[in-house]
């Protein structure tokens, strides 16, 4: 059974579908690597997250974050869609976001290690929503336009990821660069009122791709910003980040937006704000699949590599964060299966697909869809080795 099955992405006689279309031939078409989108889920995705805001009664803005998948026609349809506004963290993001049909009001910006050219072009746009990372934006905001309304992102010292992992996880025991300690808190309110900055929201982000197992510790995390409320007394808009997570392997337990809705309406009970989020991986991971071909099979000692014609540097998270893209041929042959690794065209040893994968055979001129690929792939890709080419389709 493909733990992965959905209405919208399943074996049809064999063959892999993606919002009823036949993948294998889609590839066929582009002749290299391509990374396919499905319109359809990336909206319904961003439904169900703007319907679990509103399900809190204290629902306000749900944001899409670019960093995810800035790919054009999928942001053209997230504005038009109304579904929510855009979460940027550059001035090329903005400048991008608006481009695609973002109100200027309806983007929000939370930038790190912010320059004097970003700070200007913040400048130039008066109605942006910005989120300071730090005491030295706050100090630079009040300098180049007081007066601004801003937010503050708060580090609670606790924080979450996938599977635990510290390397997703962006508030913790090991100080990190994101937002303002608990200790600073007094400091930037101080700051604030230097400038007549009127702080209207509080930004948090805990951690990436965080499931049911990690919504205990989430929960914790998020009580400890919520006491941070209580000497800020003219915020009206918390904005919890993102983070919320997808399956990535046959054991993960999705996350239950219920409960994570449920858990912000107790966390902020009481409170005159408005609860805000800004997911990105969420509303576009399960709706992108990466297609590569398969160059060949070669046996070294006690492991079958199978190679493919695209590497890490086109999708970097399973290598850098091992979020793995679960790989399912596109045409499935019946027969006896085998266990292989497949690797990438990457010269970097840690360039594989994956290890152990009980797969069906797979020969030259094969391909291989590697799904949840539509977050964090081509907005991450790179040129290395001179191997950076895909093309990106949307599917309507």
Excluded at 32 to 44: H, M, T
Excluded at 170 to 186: C, M, N, P, V, W
Excluded at 352 to 357: A, D, K, M, N, V
Aim: charged share 25%; net charge negative.
């Amino acid at each position: 059974m493909d733990w992965w099955r959905r209405d919208d992405l399943h074996r049809d006689n064999g063959r892999l579908t993606l919002a009823g279309r036949d993948v294998d031939a889609l590839a066929a078409e582009a002749g290299g690597p391509i990374f396919l989108y499905s319109e359809a889920r990336v909206l319904a995705n961003a439904g169900r997250v703007r319907d679990a805001l509103l399900a809190t009664g204290m629902g306000g803005q749900l944001f899409y974050a670019l960093k995810a998948n800035r790919f054009p026609p999928l942001l053209k349809a997230l504005a038009q869609s109304g579904l929510c506004g855009a979460d940027v963290c550059s001035p090329g993001e903005l400048e991008l976001a608006l481009a695609c049909g973002f109100p200027e009001a309806a983007v929000s910006y939370t930038g790190v290690s912010v320059s004097r050219s970003d700070h200007d072009a913040l400048a130039r746009r008066p109605e942006v929503l910005v989120n300071c990372d730090g005491l030295a934006m706050l100090r630079q905001i009040g300098e180049r336009t007081p007066g601004r309304a801003v937010g503050l992102r708060l580090n609670p010292a606790l924080g979450v990821g996938y599977g635990d992992s510290e390397r997703l996880t962006y508030a913790g025991t090991r100080t990190t660069k994101f937002g303002i300690y608990d200790e600073q808190l007094d400091e930037a309110v101080a700051l604030a009122a230097a400038s007549n900055l009127r702080i209207e929201r509080v930004h948090f982000h805990l951690g990436c791709g965080y499931l049911d197992a990690q919504m205990d510790a989430w929960e914790q995390a998020a009580a400890a910003c919520a006491r941070m409320l209580d000497r800020l007394a003219d915020v009206r808009e918390v904005n919890v980040g993102g983070g919320l997570g997808l399956p990535h392997r046959a054991g993960d337990r999705p996350l239950n937006l219920e409960r994570w809705s449920a858990g912000l309406a107790r966390l902020f009970a009481g409170r005159p704000v408005r609860i805000s989020a800004e997911p990105g991986d969420y509303i576009v991971k399960d709706a992108g699949v990466l297609v590569l071909g398969v160059t060949g099979a070669e046996r070294k000692r006690d492991t079958l590599f199978v190679g493919l014609n695209g590497g890490f540097n086109l999708h970097p998270e399973p290598a850098f964060y091992d979020l793995a893209c679960e790989p399912v041929p596109c045409v499935t042959r019946p027969g006896a299966t085998e266990r292989v690794t497949l690797a990438g065209n990457i010269n970097e040893a840690l360039d594989l697909w994956g290890e152990g994968l009980v797969m069906p055979p797979l020969r030259e001129g094969d391909r291989v869809a590697l799904l949840n690929a539509g977050g964090y792939g081509a907005a991450m890709s790179s040129n290395h080795c001179m191997r950076g080419d895909f093309e990106e389709r949307v599917l309507p």
